[in-house]
């Protein structure tokens, strides 16, 4: 699987689970945060569930840069795979 | 079956906080099936509402979050972790919950990962829907609760 593949997955994941509307959230929209989306931290147990279930990642305890955007769960998804 | 006193070796929870009388069926880490007769002795019938008895919905969703807490648990029990709930999406109260009735209760896991754990439930009495809804919970460390 492509990151390009792997960031239509996330992004599909967080707009029908999370709730978050297509058209506010690119690749490189802030997810977290007083400028983001407005996810919150039971949002990023949520996320890192689906990540686990999806590419048997676990990202508990992994720092918050990683959960800047999609871009970079991507990116950490591609290094640790 | 298990009965109450089964159950009381399975959760923490204690009169009046107690949901669940009885689980008809249990496998461990997917489904279970369990019952809750509501008496007007319950004491949440004083206030909610005089003269007119409902079950309130969040005890309601209590019920369907104890019985998934023993599908969670039933594998043991870490002393450090606490099970605790973290959301509750799309309940819906279909039809009002009354003294007298007895709530058939079945929950089944639908998502696990990282981790939490989600749950579809549903409520019926006398076989027709109640209640249904989705539960997610997760694991924190009992500390961190404590601990701020």
Known sequence: MTENEIKAKLKEFICSTLGVEPDVLDYDTELFGENAIGLDSVDSLEIIAFVDGEYGIDMTGVGKEHFFNIDSIAAYITENK | ?148
């Open chain 2, 1 to 148: 079956m298990m009965n109450i006193n089964e159950i009381n070796r399975r959760i923490k929870q204690r009169p009046p906080f107690q949901m669940i009388d009885r689980v008809t069926e249990l496998v461990p880490g997917e489904s279970a099936a369990g019952l809750k007769c509501v008496s007007v002795n319950e004491p949440h019938f004083l206030g909610h509402f005089p003269e007119s008895p409902i079950m309130p919905g969040v005890l309601i969703i209590e019920s369907c979050a104890q019985l998934c807490s023993m599908v969670i648990e039933s594998g043991g029990d870490d002393g450090s972790k606490l099970y605790v709930l973290l959301k509750v999406d799309g309940f819906k109260f279909v039809k009002a919950v009354i003294p007298g009735d007895r709530l058939e209760i079945s929950v089944k896991k639908t998502r696990a990962g990282g981790s939490i754990f989600s749950f579809d439930a549903e409520v019926r009495v006398d076989g027709a829907v109640h209640a249904k809804g989705s539960l997610t919970f997760t694991t924190v460390d009992r500390d961190s609760v404590y601990n701020r």
